[in-house]
């Protein structure tokens, strides 16, 4: 199994640009997660989708951001414009109970 | 406001003693408790866990004890080896269908 596949590793752009980020969930998660990880807050939940189904987004920063799950494979987080203070590491996790994977994360840089 | 909270940012131990990690909890609602380990450039891979009707989960070094009453957990690595330094993340969820509540995480560090 590959696991949580999120692309791309990596993200430089500039203020102003649009970000898309991708995650391939593991097979047969009726579960996936987007998390945003920094210095001052940690581990935050951004949005959370049951069955393709969006659940809770109330950890969505602001309208910037908006999160698509359009099957079970496969969902994107876009951040549109981006800003500086959007910089961190973006996780995706999936899973099929309580146990959350983790996929390796894409770290933006916003500059 | 924190449901989660790791209070100490950094731990330091030295190789082949015991290195405890400790998380405090505010949601009396949280029944199952996790430990993730994070290495840099990766994301957060699962350590161990415990429900609610536990009070002590162990998986070989690696053992999580939970009170309840005080609304507490803490890890304990024995003995610790330089391949622990990492950072260790608590998690807490309620009804096993609730996404993980984290905290901020503590970097442990085992010195050789």
């Known amino acids: 199994d590959a696991g949580v596949i999120q692309s791309p590793r990596h993200e430089v752009t500039e203020m102003g640009q649009e970000v898309t980020l991708r995650c391939k969930p593991i097979?047969?998660?009726?579960?996936l997660f987007w998390y945003r990880q920094t210095m001052m807050r940690g581990l935050e939940l951004l949005i959370y989708?049951?069955?393709?189904?969006?659940?809770?987004d109330s950890g969505m920063p602001e309208d910037r951001f908006s999160a698509k799950m359009p099957n079970a494979s496969f969902s994107t987080l876009k951040i549109q414009p981006s800003e500086p203070r959007d910089s961190a590491v973006y996780f995706c996790a999936s899973r099929p109970y309580n146990e959350q994977f983790f996929g390796p994360g894409t770290r933006l840089t916003v500059l | 406001d924190q449901q989660v909270k790791q209070n100490s940012p950094s731990l330091s131990v030295q190789e082949g003693r015991i290195s405890i990690l400790n998380c405090d909890y505010t949601n009396s609602m949280f029944d199952y408790f996790l430990w993730y380990k994070k290495y840099p450039a990766e994301g957060p891979t699962f350590l161990i866990s415990?429900?609610?009707?536990?009070d002590k989960n162990e998986d070989g070094r690696f053992t999580v004890f939970l009170n309840k009453s005080a609304k507490h957990l803490s890890l304990h690595i024995v003995p610790s080896q330089p391949g622990d330094s990492a950072v260790y993340f608590c998690a807490a969820s309620h009804s096993g269908n609730t996404p993980l509540v984290f905290g901020k995480g503590t970097r442990l560090s085992v010195i050789a």
């Open positions: 989708f049951n069955n393709n189904v969006p659940i809770d």
């Open positions: 097979s047969g998660h009726n579960s």
């Open positions: 415990i429900s609610s009707i536990k």
